[in-house]
């Protein structure tokens, strides 16, 4: 042992177990406190480390528990030899470190021999135990090219916040472990969550030079509304940039195209049952698209639909009245003509549009007897394939299946139907779900798939010149209910996953999706409502490293999120968390965590967090960086806002608007000041 390590030696070993040591400080040691050669050193607090030299190597220990005498030792002392008696440590092995060079393993290969010395930790020592050294690296250019400019750096490592357990010391994590998985952020609410979100992103991208982190992307689902406050400070143009999207419920904020959404969405949306309804409801969207084609093939299948249904009305099986059907008939003709098919054809046969009949004996058999003509044998229909579609056409063409089904013998079909027609209408006529429709005037302008996930992933320009304009994009969803929650959620996450399967090369684009809250969608049970966005979420969780696409999940109740999306992540930032369910979930889901580490959750103080994962060699308890500014999640003040002079102003603007919250003007605002 070197003399400058004589000089920082604490105390002895004095019982050695494979997991578990003993250490006897030194006399003199009052208080546990330690003056060293460098500083005054206080080694006795929980969750600190030791170092014991063995050999070449140094054993590292964590301080576990401290006592003032060997709970062997029977005989009692009065108060004031108390003060001179002997101070252990209990610690317990937890990895070993050269002494001179090389990096730190878990686990312990060489145990130390009775009465080694004990030495305090230095702050080269953490950052070797840590791996965090070096923060700051030279930079790479494109395609490893030169670097522009040639003096660029970048961050090796990510400041997250004060270690509390040793002086002044930055805790750091690795950024290629920390953002390169799944991270959960944990804590009961008011722990600082939020703040701690804020904090992290900012100290990435507040980098003072370059290079910056252009090339991340974070989509925000802030559902909550707090989050702007926080970020926009950010954007500096040329540097950082962020955007705002507000998802109100309503067609002038945040749209969805209803055509986006896949067959299991549509199915999961209007809770259409397996055997009867959902065969229809594939038909009625393919229909969507039947209608919009312009091939021969396609015109071939159109024809035979509507002569199908057409004969169909005239069989009068269905219960309508004659004018109810004539109607259905001349809708079918006047929507979906063709050369063969369409209101000219009707006229020839003098139809009387009042009564639902024809005019002239026969003219009805002369007719069908036309339309029959373009009926088909052995026709499939096309698949549901995204083409865009007025929302009100899906109710016309799941009109038009159930016909064609009637048309083939079911003749129940309708009354089968009627639960899923009726949620179809519901859809068109709810004012929350007006980001979702779209009319046919709106088809032009609605945007094609790629050109949507594009802007939402903050990229602009044509073909391979794409770069990058926003890398953080909050999605305020503070206005809208946990049902819509959860349909843009998933409906958007599937999406993105999607492209990110298909890019070519793979995994060279990351998209971190940061869940504020999310136990609200991605829950340990089935949804209530209609989508059940968990089962996107969890796919995600199982298969979204491979192609660079990550879930940071922040929650109050762990044991309310889903149990696969909570077991992929690698990293946690824990705050204080105090219920017992909570407590025993992350027990369950990070089993490599000691009952002592955990142990710790319950005391937390506010703004501090346990972080424990792949991107901290070791469970480390520390202070979260200053969020500034801060999200709009501030304790309310009760004392202020109660106690004051008569007459002082409320200073707020109030409103309610119930279901109309899109549409909000000054008449639905109360000022009051």
């Given amino acids: 042992m070197s003399n400058d390590d004589r000089k920082r030696a604490v105390g002895k070993l004095v019982s050695v177990a494979a997991d578990h040591f003993i250490v006897e400080m030194h006399a003199g040691t009052d208080n546990f406190t330690v003056v060293g050669f460098d500083d005054v050193h206080y080694v006795a607090r929980l969750g600190s480390f030791l170092m014991i030299p063995s050999q070449s190597e140094y054993v590292v220990v964590e301080v576990v528990g401290l006592r003032e005498r060997d709970v062997s030792r029977t005989d009692e002392r009065s108060d004031f030899d108390r003060a001179g008696s002997s101070k252990f440590l209990d610690v317990v092995p937890v990895g070993m470190?050269?002494?001179?060079?090389?990096?730190?393993?878990?686990?312990?290969?060489?145990?130390?021999?009775?009465?080694?010395?004990?030495?305090?930790?230095?702050?080269?020592?953490?950052?070797?135990?840590?791996?965090?050294?070096?923060?700051?690296?030279?930079?790479?250019?494109?395609?490893?090219?030169?670097?522009?400019?040639?003096?660029?750096?970048?961050?090796?490592?990510?400041?997250?916040?004060?270690?509390?357990?040793?002086?002044?010391?930055?805790?750091?994590?690795?950024?290629d472990e920390f953002f390169g998985g799944h991270v959960a952020i944990l804590g009961n609410t008011g722990s600082g969550k939020s703040c701690t979100v804020a904090s992290i992103l900012q100290s990435l991208f507040e980098k003072p030079d370059e290079h910056l982190a252009r090339g991340a992307t974070f989509v925000v689902f802030d559902v909550n509304g707090e989050y702007r406050a926080a970020f926009e400070p950010l954007a500096k143009p040329g540097r950082i940039g962020v955007?705002?999207?507000?998802?109100?419920?309503?067609?002038?904020?945040?749209?969805?195209?209803?055509?986006?959404?896949?067959?299991?969405?549509?199915?999961?949306l209007l809770q259409a049952s397996e055997r009867t309804q959902l065969p229809v409801l594939r038909m009625a969207l393919g229909l969507t698209s039947l209608f919009h084609g312009s091939s021969t093939a396609s015109l071939q299948i159109k024809e035979h639909f509507i002569a199908t249904c057409i004969v169909e009305c005239f069989r009068g099986a269905d219960g309508d009245s004659p004018v109810a059907k004539f109607q259905r008939v001349v809708s079918l003709l006047q929507k979906y003509p063709t050369s063969n098919l369409n209101m000219a054809l009707l006229n020839q046969f003098n139809p009387n549009l009042q009564y639902g009949n024809f005019v002239g004996a026969n003219s009805q058999e002369a007719f069908l007897a036309q339309v029959r003509v373009r009926v088909h044998e052995d026709v499939h229909f096309p698949s549901y394939d995204h083409t865009p579609f007025a929302f009100e056409d899906l109710e016309e063409c799941m009109d038009f299946a159930i016909l064609y089904e009637e048309a083939h013998g079911n003749r129940q079909i309708r009354d089968y139907c009627s639960s899923m027609v009726t949620r179809l209408k519901s859809l068109k006529d709810r004012a929350e779900y007006a980001f979702l429709r779209h009319s046919n005037p709106e088809l032009a302008e609605a945007p094609s798939p790629i050109d949507f996930l594009t802007r939402l992933l903050g990229l602009e320009g044509e073909g391979v010149s794409v770069t990058k304009k926003n890398q953080i994009v909050v999605l305020d969803m503070n206005d809208v209910e946990d049902e819509v929650v959860e349909l843009v959620s998933s409906v958007t996450a599937r999406m993105l996953f999607k492209l990110l399967r298909r890019a070519d090369p793979r995994n060279r684009f990351p998209i971190h999706l940061l869940l504020e809250e999310a136990h609200r969608y991605i829950g340990a049970t089935p949804s209530r409502y209609a989508v059940d966005a968990t089962k996107g979420f969890e796919r995600i969780?199982?298969?979204?490293?491979?192609?660079?696409?990550?879930?940071?999940?922040?929650?109050?109740?762990?044991?309310?999120?889903?149990?696969?999306?909570?077991?992929?992540?690698?990293?946690?930032v824990v705050h204080r968390i105090q219920n017992p369910d909570d407590l025993s979930q992350i027990r369950q889901m990070t089993p490599f965590i000691s009952d002592a580490v955990l142990k710790r959750l319950p005391s937390l103080p506010k703004q501090h967090a346990l972080v424990f994962g792949t991107s901290v060699n070791l469970p480390t308890t520390f202070k979260v960086r200053e969020a500034s500014p801060r999200p709009s999640s501030d304790d309310t003040k009760i004392v202020d806002l109660w106690f004051h002079e008569v007459g002082r102003p409320a200073n707020i603007r109030l409103s309610y608007a119930g279901d109309n919250a899109g549409d909000l003007d000054d008449d639905d605002f109360i000022d009051m000041e």
């Avoid at 700051?136 to 357990?165: D, H, M, Q, T, W």
């Avoid at 209803?258 to 199915?267: P, Q, R, S, T, V």
Wanted: some cysteine.
């Fill in 97 to 175: 470190l050269p002494a001179r060079g090389g990096t730190f393993r878990f686990g312990v290969s060489v145990f130390p021999s009775l009465y080694a010395d004990a030495l305090y930790a230095l702050d080269h020592e953490l950052d070797r135990i840590f791996e965090t050294q070096t923060a700051v690296e030279p930079s790479i250019g494109f395609n490893g090219e030169g670097c522009i400019p040639a003096n660029a750096s970048r961050y090796r490592v990510l400041s997250i916040g004060k270690s509390v357990i040793f002086e002044d010391y930055e805790v750091k994590v690795h950024l």
């Fill in 541 to 572: 969780a199982k298969e979204g490293r491979k192609y660079g696409m990550f879930i940071m999940l922040a929650s109050q109740r762990p044991s309310e999120l889903s149990k696969t999306v909570l077991s992929q992540c690698s990293n946690f």
């Fill in 243 to 268: 955007e705002h999207i507000v998802l109100n419920g309503a067609a002038t904020g945040f749209r969805l195209p209803h055509w986006y959404l896949e067959m299991a969405e549509w199915e999961l």
